[in-house]
C-alpha cells in the first residue's frame, strides 16, 4: 500500500494534536484541579459542598480529639451526621463527611470502652450474628482444655494428652467407673459368672471349661470330645457295665479307663504270671485243675489219690550199723549186707502213710550178731527176730498201721 499523509482524509476530523482549551466554554479551574488531582477529590471542599470549608474544620477537630468524643472522657461530642446537619450542609456534604469521618476515626485512639457504656452505639453495631454457635454448640465447648473433672467433659486437639499411639501407662481403678484395676485383677476375684455357654471352649475358640456334671455312683466322668464334635461335653469314662471277660465277669472295684466292650486275648499258660502258693485251683478227685506243689525228692511221685509217694521196690544198703535206720520215705527195702557188730533198730525216718511196706534184709559177716527194735516196731503174727543166723540171710516184713503209729512185723524168714 502506498504511504500518504492526510491529504486523502475528510477535511471535517480533526488533528490529533488539538486542543479545547478556551474554545468552546472558558476552562473551570474546580475541573481542572479534579482532573489534575491525585489526591481524594471527594472533599467538601473539593466538590464545592463546603466553599468556606467550616464542615472540613470541624470534622478534622473531631478526629483529632483522644478524650469526650462518643461519650469516652470528660464530655461529650455527638455524631458526625449530627454535625453536618447543624452545619445546614446538603445531602451530598453530609455524606461524604460521614464517610470521610469512618475512615479516619478508629477506636484505637480512645481508652477502651464497652459498647454499653458509648453513647448512640448498640451492642451489634458492629457485631454480625451469623457466625455465632448455637447453644448445643456453646454447651459442647465447655472445658476445652485443663484437666478432665465433672466439670471438665471435653478436650481439644492442642490437649497434650492426644498424642500418638503410646504403651498405656499403669493406673489403678481411679479412672474405671466399677471398683476393680484389670492389672491387678485375679480371676478368681471377679463375680460368679452366669449359668449359660457364652465363653465356652470350643473346636474354634479358647474359653471357659464346661460345667461339672456330677455322675451316678460308680461312674466317672471327665470333660471329653468326642470325634467330628466341636465342644466339650461332660462324659463317663468308667462305668459299672461288665466287660467281656475271661470267666464269670465282675464290674470290680478300681475306676480303670477301658472301652465298655473290650475283650481280652486268651493268655498261654506259659505267659501267666506265677501263681500264688495257694491250693486253690489244685486238681481233686471232684475237678480239673493244678497239679499239687512237688515236694521237691527224687522219689515221690503224685498219685491217683492227689498225693505224693515214694515208688515201690526202691533198695538201700549199707555193709554194717549199731543203729540201722530205715528212710521210709526214700526206700521200701532197707539192707545190712555185713552186720558186724550187735543191731537197735532205730524208728524209720520219714512219713509213712497207712498199710506202707517196709523189708527189711539182714545178713552178718559170718558171726551171728544180736538184734533188738525200738518200740514203734510190733511182732503181729510174727515176732520179731532177736539174732541173725551167721552167714544166712533174714528177711524182716513190716507194714505201716497209722492208726497205731506202729511198724507191725507180719513176715520173718530165714535162709536155709
Known sequence: ???????????????????????????????????TGTGSPHTAAGVGADPAGTAAAAVSAHNDLTTGVHGVGAGTVAKVADIAVDLNLSAAAQDAISKRHAEAHTLASHSSKAHSELTGVGATDHHSNANDPTSD???????????????????????????????????????????????????????????????????????????????????RNVLAIDNAETAYKNTALVDDTNPAALGTASPGTQLVAARRDHVHTL????????????????????????APKAPNNTYQFLRA??????????????????????????????CLTALAVAAEFAAP?????????????????GTGRALTWNAIYRSCGQTLPTTTTASKTMYVGLIYNSADAKWDCVAVSTEA
Do not use: C, W
Not at 479412672?175 to 465356652?200: I, M, Q, V
Not at 505224693?308 to 549199731?322: H, I, L
Not at 525216718?349 to 559177716?365: A, H, S, Y
Open 1 to 35: 500500500m502506498e504511504v500518504h499523509g492526510n491529504e486523502y482524509h475528510d477535511p471535517d476530523f480533526s488533528s490529533v494534536a488539538h486542543d479545547h482549551a478556551g474554545v468552546y466554554e472558558p476552562a473551570d479551574a474546580g475541573i481542572q484541579t479534579h482532573i
Open 137 to 219: 454448640q456453646k454447651a459442647a465447648l465447655a472445658g476445652t482444655s485443663g484437666t478432665p473433672s465433672a466439670t471438665n467433659k471435653y478436650v481439644t486437639n492442642d490437649d497434650a494428652r492426644n498424642s500418638d499411639a503410646r504403651t498405656p501407662v499403669s493406673h489403678d481403678n481411679t479412672y474405671h467407673s466399677s471398683a476393680f484395676a484389670l492389672e491387678t485383677r485375679k480371676l478368681d476375684d471377679f463375680g460368679t459368672p452366669d449359668d449359660n455357654t457364652d465363653l465356652n471352649a470350643s473346636t474354634s475358640a479358647h474359653g471357659l471349661a464346661v460345667k461339672a456334671t456330677a455322675p451316678a455312683a460308680g461312674v
Open 267 to 290: 493268655p498261654k499258660l506259659d505267659d501267666a504270671a506265677a501263681p500264688d502258693d495257694n491250693t486253690d485251683l489244685n486238681v481233686s478227685t471232684s475237678a480239673h485243675g493244678l
Open 305 to 334: 489219690d492227689v498225693s505224693y509217694a515214694r515208688p515201690r521196690a526202691n533198695a538201700y544198703a549199707t555193709t554194717s550199723s549199731s543203729t540201722p535206720t530205715p528212710d521210709a520215705d526214700t526206700y521200701d527195702t532197707y
Open 349 to 365: 525216718t520219714g512219713t509213712p502213710v497207712n498199710g506202707q511196706k517196709l523189708v527189711l534184709r539182714i545178713k552178718d559177716d
